[in-house]
């Protein structure tokens, strides 16, 4: 599967952005889809993981302010990002796999966001 990212951008601090990752196929059998990101300087860490169960999970700096979904019928994941901050700032990734493996094996290219305070 493929996977395309987008949404990314320059936004203040507080403002709010949607990423998007659609996929090149029906993401109805992935065992997994999730997002990640890397900032400058830093190692990719996990932001939200959405199984196919329905089941989500958060890295704790992000709980409460971002949301990951996904709509089988668009085959595409998002991610809803609410009171962001400059330590948001990176390039997200998109991932994905059909296996019991995180991250899966499927990564999408970045998409960077960029808060300013």
């Known amino acids: 599967v493929q996977l395309q990212a987008s949404g990314g951008g320059l936004v203040q601090a507080g403002g709010s952005l949607r990423l998007s990752c659609a996929a090149s196929?029906?993401?109805?059998?992935?065992?997994?889809m999730g997002w990640y990101r890397q900032a400058p300087g830093k190692q990719r860490e996990l932001v939200a993981n959405?199984?196919?169960?329905?089941?989500?999970n958060y890295t704790n700096s992000v709980t409460g302010r971002f949301t990951v979904s996904r709509d089988t019928s668009k085959n595409t994941m998002y991610l809803q990002m609410n009171s962001l901050k400059p330590e948001d700032t990176a390039l997200y990734y998109c991932?994905?796999?059909?296996?019991?493996?995180?991250?899966?094996?499927?990564w999408g290219q970045g998409t960077q966001v960029t808060v300013s305070s």
């Open positions: 959405i199984f196919k169960s329905g089941i989500v």
């Open positions: 196929r029906s993401i109805g059998s992935l065992h997994v």
């Open positions: 991932n994905a796999g059909y296996l019991f493996t995180i991250p899966g094996a499927y």
